[in-house]
């Protein structure tokens, strides 16, 4: 059958957009993780505590975990387009005065406790409006999608947020800039880099994304999207959320996924701890001063970051592991490479640790996911995914300041207690999902 003109047209404008759309979620993780990466050597550098520097992780986290339901409800009610425009908006103001904030410590003009202090406030702007953009651009694809094509479609947008976390650390040591006109910009460098790309980003969602209410289908909703951090890889829940409706609603200790929620939030926390306090890691252990230390931090976070998604992209459809076997398999290698890192004195050991680490979540954040949802029937599919992503977004509330409170009390310290989480992990999933387990997905 051949194709007329106006229908390649639409075809056309459909790529187009969903590119930008791809961009937009790139560009929120990506600059996210940048910042990450980039604090703990800012926090040093600035002479301000590390529990400071968990500080701005979780205060972001949280603000996004209480903003995304009321933004995606938003989306459903006021457009996809607003939503998507005040989300890359929110967060291009964010990392703006993150970096003005920054720079005006670094260069003395307010003294560090303050520059430190108005960073996490601006920080806040990410996290409460940042959260808006994701729901609605899941909304936007999906209902721009023919229904056969519409998973394929989400799977490869919420790349976008596993791609960012390789992408942020990546490109951030690459980002420091010297001197201008006599002002030092250095460490605040990335965030004004990535606030241009966010506001040309912006600029062209203005001016390409199809006006409000002009919807294709009208059987999809806005959708939360777990908060975009280092380590936090998507776990494809969101698509599920975005997707199917709320006929039954499950709450999280229903004896279906209880055990599995009890899986989500060990595993999220443990991940969190570790990934969080990397970059102080790599300064102590190498004896690095803190801007010299971002290259090595980047290394280590991009290959954690590619490790976690060669699981989830390559070794899980080869092995065709159920849920309750991913979940195994990921504490064993997650409590080995925690503790490998624990004792890691040099740059391999301690990326090979935490490379072995992320393959372990790679694995075990599938299964919690793929596990919940096999639990229950297709009418609880919404409400088990909705509770899913808050499972993954939460474990990042008090996941980095957890971790980075025992680091300062031993650095070791966070690696063992998730090594050890892990394995109690490992006997709690072998009891609970043994062959006619309660929750043991059918």
């Not at 529990?51 to 006021?78: G, K, Q």
Request: aromatic share 8%.
């Amino acid at each position: 059958m051949r194709i007329g003109k106006h229908e390649e047209g639409i075809i056309e404008r459909l790529d187009r957009t969903f590119v930008l759309l791809f961009l937009v979620m790139l560009v929120i993780a990506a600059g996210n993780t940048a910042l990450q990466s980039v604090l703990p050597a800012l926090g040093r550098s600035l002479g301000v505590a590390d529990t400071a520097v968990a500080a701005a992780f979780s205060v972001s986290a949280l603000l996004w975990v209480v903003a995304a339901p009321f933004w995606a409800n938003r989306s459903d009610r006021r457009g996809r387009k607003a939503m998507v425009l005040l989300g890359i908006s929110g967060f291009t103001a964010s990392v703006v005065l993150c970096g003005a904030f920054l720079m005006a410590g670094i260069n003395g003009w307010i003294p560090a406790s303050a520059a430190f202090a108005t960073f996490v406030a601006a920080r806040m702007l990410y996290g409460g409006f940042g959260a808006a953009a994701p729901p609605a651009v899941q909304a936007l694809v999906a209902e721009s999608t023919a229904r056969g094509d519409r998973t394929r479609m989400l799977a490869l947008l919420g790349s976008a947020f596993g791609l960012g976390t390789i992408i942020g650390p990546a490109v951030a040591p690459y980002l420091l800039l010297g001197a201008i006109g006599g002002v030092t910009i250095g460490l605040a460098g990335p965030a004004f880099v990535f606030g241009l790309v966010g506001l040309a980003t912006g600029i062209a969602a203005a001016r390409m994304l199809p006006a409000d209410g002009a919807r294709v289908s009208g059987d999809t909703h806005g959708a939360v999207q777990s908060y975009p951090s280092v380590g936090g890889q998507a776990t494809g829940a969101a698509i599920t959320a975005a997707t199917e409706t709320l006929s039954e609603r499950v709450g999280y200790l229903d004896p279906r996924v209880r055990a599995w929620m009890i899986v989500g939030l060990v595993m999220g926390h443990a991940q969190a701890m570790i990934g969080q306090t990397m970059g102080f890691l790599v300064i102590d252990r190498l004896g690095l001063p803190p801007v010299e230390a971002l290259g090595p931090t980047g290394i280590v976070l991009m290959v954690g970051a590619g490790a976690a998604l060669l699981v989830q992209w390559g070794l899980i459809p080869l092995l065709n592991l159920s849920p309750p076997r991913l979940v195994l398999a990921g504490c064993v290698l997650g409590a080995i490479g925690c503790a490998a890192t624990a004792n890691a004195a040099t740059l391999y050991g301690i990326t090979m640790g935490y490379g072995l680490a992320a393959m372990g979540f790679g694995f075990l954040r599938p299964g919690f996911t793929a596990g919940a949802s096999l639990a229950v029937g297709p009418g609880a599919q919404g409400s088990v995914a909705g509770k899913v992503t808050s499972v993954n977004g939460a474990a990042f509330i008090l996941g980095p300041s957890i971790g980075v409170a025992m680091y300062e009390l031993y650095r070791p310290l966070p690696y063992w207690v998730a090594a050890a989480a892990l394995t109690l992990l490992l006997a709690y999933a072998w009891r609970a999902f043994r062959p006619g387990g309660r929750s043991r997905p059918a």
